[in-house]
């Protein structure tokens, strides 16, 4: 695209909208051009704050106006498909909030038609751009833990309960996008389980396991009951260990210099074929920046300069086929589901 700006409308004003909002009209090279919503309250709130954008509750009014170049969708999740499929048919660059949609099938619709009509589609899968998450995927990359073996996320809290979605589908897609990421593998088995004491049908916890095609394995527990409020991951390499805490204001990343090596020599004991090795403990400095505001950037800036999108529409897809395999393993007790059914 031949421009420095990109004219960007925000499509949802709620809960995490308003978030996307702020950070759109703070973007360089972005000029938020619209916010729309079918809460008029919700759009006066927004007009006081930002007095240059334009405001509609008709989703017409951005779609129909050419000089709107991109549509972030940050609605409820049961309307991002329909939502997302107008903006890509009416030739909007579209940015699509976690998950991607509810169906499989829905989510191969927009990647089809994002390649067909030359688009970008991204998906919010915030937790890509948090700079911790950059600095493992570099640091697991290059090496940094010999060969990654497995890791496990951990993503509770008491609240918010949701009615309408169960803790998978809630908070499980930062997990899945960031596992993925990190291992740099393709799914191949989900197995959930998980329990409702709160509500029927909907699961207040769940322990998902997840195997890949290169025998790499990742466990994702999730729940909004829980006395603790933890987000935290754990990567185990054959040289080296890292963990990933959110929830600490400055030492989020701790790198553990242990490990287990097995000896192959035909002298060696029994006891002795596998040794473990015990070393220092390094807290990284790691650069600082808020994601929301990094990932509305990456968007602003993969669209005007054409490049690849990290969290693109292949990756949204990728998680709502681990989710909807997720939840198929839910109501059959376990059993081990494949994403490629979906």
């Known amino acids: ?79 991002h498909f329909g939502i997302a499929e107008k903006s890509l048919e009416a030739g909007k660059h579209t940015y699509v909030e976690k998950p991607l949609t509810l169906k499989a099938g829905d989510a191969r619709v927009l990647v089809e038609l994002a390649k067909e009509k030359g688009l970008k589609l991204m998906v919010g899968h915030l937790l890509k751009y948090h700079p911790a998450v950059s600095y493992l995927k570099e640091t697991i990359d290059k090496g940094g833990i010999g060969q990654p073996y497995y890791m496990y996320t951990q993503r509770v809290n008491l609240g918010v309960v949701r009615q309408n979605e169960n803790a998978w589908w809630s908070l499980a897609p930062h997990d899945i996008s960031v596992v993925c990421y990190l ?51 754990t990567v185990v390499g054959s040289e080296k260990m890292v963990t990933f805490d959110d929830m600490e204001a400055t030492e989020k990343i701790r790198m553990y210099d242990k490990g287990a090596a097995i000896k192959h020599d035909i002298t060696t004991s029994y006891a002795d074929i596998i040794s473990l090795r015990f070393g220092d403990i390094v807290i990284p400095k790691v650069p600082s920046g808020e994601p929301l505001a990094l990932e509305c950037e990456h968007f602003i800036d993969c669209v005007l300069d054409g490049k690849p999108i990290r969290s693109d529409g292949i990756d949204g897809l990728r998680v709502v086929r681990v989710l909807e395999a997720g939840q198929k393993s839910l109501k059959s007790n376990g059993e081990p589901i494949n994403p490629e059914d979906f």
């Open 183 to 233: 291992l740099g593998s393709e799914p191949v088995s989900v197995a959930a389980q998980g329990q409702c004491y709160l509500q029927k049908d909907i699961e207040d916890v769940v322990f998902a396991t997840i195997k890949f095609a290169d025998g790499k394995t990742a466990n994702i527990h999730c729940s909004w009951l829980d006395p603790h409020k933890i987000r935290k991951m």
């Open 1 to 79: 695209m031949d421009k420095d700006t990109l004219n960007v409308a925000v499509v949802g004003a709620g809960y995490w909208g308003k978030n996307l909002v702020r950070n759109f009209a703070a973007a360089k090279r972005c000029n938020l051009k619209y916010v729309c919503d079918l809460d008029a309250k919700l759009l006066a709130d927004q007009k006081k704050k930002f007095p240059f954008v334009e405001t509609s509750t008709k989703l017409e009014d951005v779609l129909g106006d050419r000089e709107v170049e991109a549509v972030v969708v940050a609605t409820g999740v049961p309307t």
